[in-house]
């Protein structure tokens, strides 16, 4: 069975119909232990200094792992995505480009998807299949969320895994499947969670940061919203959606102004009394702070993180003054 490597999510039904293994590298790289060894691999390779630390793990990730091929998002992700597919095709490695169009029309998209189709020689009878597959296990995925919000049973971090976990469903769906019913069995035991003041939601690329969500909790909060793992995981299709419709309402490769309504419903529904905007160093998305702050209506605290590790001491006070000053304003 070929192992795929994936830069981000992408229509990973196909990959599943052709009998591959999908592997998010993000996924690997964040959480094998060995962040910092992978950064400084690739920087011995040439990558530089002043860039994104995921686009380096990205990279060493691949060449470090049995990975047959990557697919490469084009369009729609990072902006460093094309010269990274340089480097490794250089390398040697296959690279399958993906892009997710940037008009979102329908047509654009169906040209990718069935390329992407053609190259894995699947049809969309197997396609379907797959999707049937993945469906129930995406609406548990749902109501863990659901576990997180509005039952305050699930952790912000349970939350995070197993919505990001979905760009790949751990490279087997079944067994991902089984694991989530222990994980769900055992949150749904548990007593809501009763100590906290503040509500909070967390938004932007996943952390780097591997202990955040631990220290939202130490200062009295929750996250109960991570938005583009929410996103991830395509929770919200319809059982009746095509391929093309899930990825096209797919909102985190689009405009943000999508992602911004997404956001404003979440602060209604889920009653969050502020915001983490998450920022990568040296990431283009960083500019999307300017106008998450002019228009969400509610505090937003921006942190930036750059290697992989526990937060820093000035990440840790602006993150208490933060909660402090939310508890104040509901006060
Ligand atoms: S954090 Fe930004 S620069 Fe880094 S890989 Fe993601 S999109 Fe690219």
């Not at 967390?202 to 130490?218: H, K, M, S, W």
């Amino acid at each position: 069975m070929k192992k795929v490597g994936l830069t981000t999510t992408i229509p990973v039904e196909v990959l599943l119909a052709a009998g591959c293994t999908p592997i998010d590298l993000n996924n690997i790289f964040v959480t094998g232990g060995k962040g910092l060894e992978l950064i400084e691999s690739a920087e011995l390779d040439g990558f530089p200094r002043n860039l994104c630390a995921w686009i380096k793990g990205l990279y060493a990730t691949a060449m470090t792992n049995e990975i047959d091929a990557v697919i490469g998002v084009t369009e729609g992700d990072c902006s460093n995505t094309k010269s990274l597919i340089e480097v490794w095709q250089s390398k040697g490695m296959r690279v399958i480009p993906f892009g997710f169009p940037q008009s979102r029309q329908r047509e654009a998209m169906v040209k990718e998807i069935d390329h992407l189709m053609k190259t894995f020689e699947v049809s969309m009878q197997q396609v379907n299949k797959v999707m049937e597959k993945l469906y129930p296990i995406r609406q548990r995925i749902k109501y863990l969320d659901e576990l997180t919000w509005r039952h305050n049973k699930a952790s912000g971090f349970e939350n995070h895994l197993w919505q990001v976990s979905c760009s790949d469903f751990n490279g087997d769906p079944a067994t991902f499947l089984k694991d989530l019913e222990v994980q769900i069995s055992e949150i749904e035991a548990r007593s809501p969670f009763s100590d906290y003041e503040v509500r909070l939601g967390y938004i932007g690329v996943p952390p780097i940061i591997e202990d955040i969500y631990a220290l939202v909790e130490a200062n009295g909060g929750r996250i109960v919203f991570n938005e583009v793992q929410r996103a991830f995981t395509m929770a919200e299709a319809s059982v009746h959606d095509s391929i093309y419709d899930i990825y096209l309402s797919y909102t985190y490769p689009y405009d943000l102004k999508a992602r911004l309504v997404d956001i404003k419903k979440a602060i209604a529904e889920r009653r969050l009394d502020g915001i983490i905007h998450y920022t990568q160093s040296f990431c283009h998305r960083g500019i999307e702070d300017i106008l998450v702050k002019q228009q969400l209506g509610i505090p937003v605290l921006t942190i930036e993180g750059d290697l992989p590790g526990k937060a820093d001491a000035r990440t840790k006070l602006r993150l208490e003054s933060f909660m402090d000053m939310l508890r104040d304003l509901k006060e």
